[in-house]
């Protein structure tokens, strides 16, 4: 069987034989009740209540870190890192021949 | 003037100051059209009615990308290629068909083939279907390439713009697709013949 001459064959007839455009009754009708019945998406209402939902969060946080910022204080804990800092930075500074 | 007279740009523009009604009048336009694309795809009804209805439910919410240069068939005809596609791709099944699955008249109609090629009549139904059969049998890719090449005659050009592809991979696949097709229908001749 020459498979060239079949293949060339069953292409034209495929070819010749195109599908029907038939369309079923009222199928638009059908379309479009779907699209009324989903919602259309609306992205700045996604981004507005994201930001909500993030703000409570957010200000939980700031009220958490107020109230243990004030409770260091009146703790007097003192700032340990900040004497730290003061040393590592003068350390390299030679004052010996200085005097006050 | 009728809603199905008013020309694309203006429904379009409608359809994005908020009126959904506007769409209706172009799914009616450009349903046939569609239909008749998918029906190249799928076989059951059902299946080729949920690909058109894909394609126009896309087609609603991706409408602020259509900007206008080209027509909006053309764009609605990129989209329904491209929900075709992925159908296939989808729908992929155990492609080896036997010959014992082709039936009675197709395997007549591949004798007379066999024995006198110009004898046998291209408008038997048996021979439609087993090119239905053959094309079932191809790659996704491959499918649509031959499909949109041989049966709808677009250029390579075209179907790359319709498919996303580059020229040189539409080639590619073209070759491909013809190659893997020469394969099937060798097979089913080994099968008749062995």
Redesign the interface.
Known sequence: ???????T????????????????YA??????A???A?P??DRWGLWANALWRAAMPCLGLVLLLGAWTLASSALNLGDPLGSALENTIFASVDTSGESW | MRAVDRDDAELIAAIRRGDTASFEPLVQKYQPRIFATARRYARRESEVEDIVQEVFIKAFHKLDTYRGEAPFEHWLMRLAVRTCYDFLRGHQRNRETAFSDISAPESDWLERFATEPQAAPENAAAARELVDKVLSQLSPAGRLVITMLELEERSVKEIAALTGWSVPLVKVRAFRARAEMRKCLERMAKDKYV
């Open positions: 069987m020459d498979i060239e001459k079949l293949q064959k069953l292409l034209a007839i495929a070819r010749a034989t195109p599908p029907d455009d038939r369309v079923p199928f638009e009708q059908r379309v479009m779907h699209l009324r989903a259309r998406l």
